[in-house]
């Protein structure tokens, strides 16, 4: 059953602790995005990566964290830096120009 | 920067209503366009989009939209909801050299009513 698989589904987390979303593909596809989503604003892209190896920044980076040692899997570290963590998380993979989702992390930091 | 705007935050319909949901992006080069579903508690799933050719594309479940170039715009629409059409709804642009990019819209949130 092909498809994207993100674990936990909710998470929680007390400030100051970094925690590690976790993002797996086996859809082959070579690109894989994290998405930040809170109520009103959409969806707003963390980190890319094109390929095994190297990844980018996106519009907010900024206390957020990535690795891409595997095609399959894109793990997301959001650290202590991050202000405001608080969110629902999103990943995604792409073939040509459509992206497909996963079902998302609800962390909670308290 | 390129910018993708809902001005519908909220809308809710009683079913068999009409529904159009506004989408405007400020990028002036060529784009490809989507919506985006995200119904609840499932996937964010693509519901239709644009890259070429007619601007008025189908999308699944009875969905089309409209691209408007002089306008920017890119409006979803359904000449009659369903109570199962409840859901949010994501505008998403990419510019075509932005390397797969996507710019989403801040979301609709439908409701329809039995």
């Known amino acids: 059953d092909g498809g994207i698989t993100q674990s936990p589904k909710y998470l929680f987390r007390k400030e100051g602790q970094n925690v590690t979303l976790s993002c797996e593909q086996n859809?082959?596809?070579?690109?894989m995005y994290w998405y930040r989503q809170d109520p009103g604003q959409g969806l707003r892209l963390i980190y890319y990566?094109?390929?095994?190896?190297?990844?980018q920044k996106g519009d907010i980076a900024e206390g957020y964290s990535v690795s891409r040692e595997k095609k399959e899997s894109f793990p997301l570290t959001v650290t202590s830096a991050q202000k405001n963590p608080t969110a629902f998380y999103l990943c995604a993979s792409r073939t040509g120009n459509e992206q497909f989702f996963g079902p998302g992390t609800r962390l909670t930091v308290l | 920067a390129q910018s993708v705007s809902q001005h519908n935050h909220h809308v809710i319909l009683s079913e068999a209503a009409s529904l159009e949901l506004g989408c405007n992006y400020s990028?002036?080069?060529?784009?490809?366009l989507f919506w985006y579903v995200q119904y609840p508690g499932q996937h964010l799933q693509l519901l239709l989009k644009?890259?070429?050719?007619?601007?008025l594309v189908k999308g699944i479940k009875g969905f089309e939209a409209e691209f408007i170039k002089s306008k920017f715009s890119f409006n979803l629409r359904k000449p009659s909801v369903q109570w199962s059409d409840t859901a949010e709804y994501f505008c998403a642009v990419n510019p075509n050299n932005a390397g797969n990019m996507l710019t989403f819209g801040g979301g609709t949130r439908l409701m329809v009513k039995p």
């Open positions: 990566s094109q390929i095994v190896n190297d990844f």
């Open positions: 859809l082959n596809h070579d690109a």
């Open positions: 990028y002036g080069g060529t784009v490809n």
């Open positions: 644009y890259f070429s050719g007619d601007p």
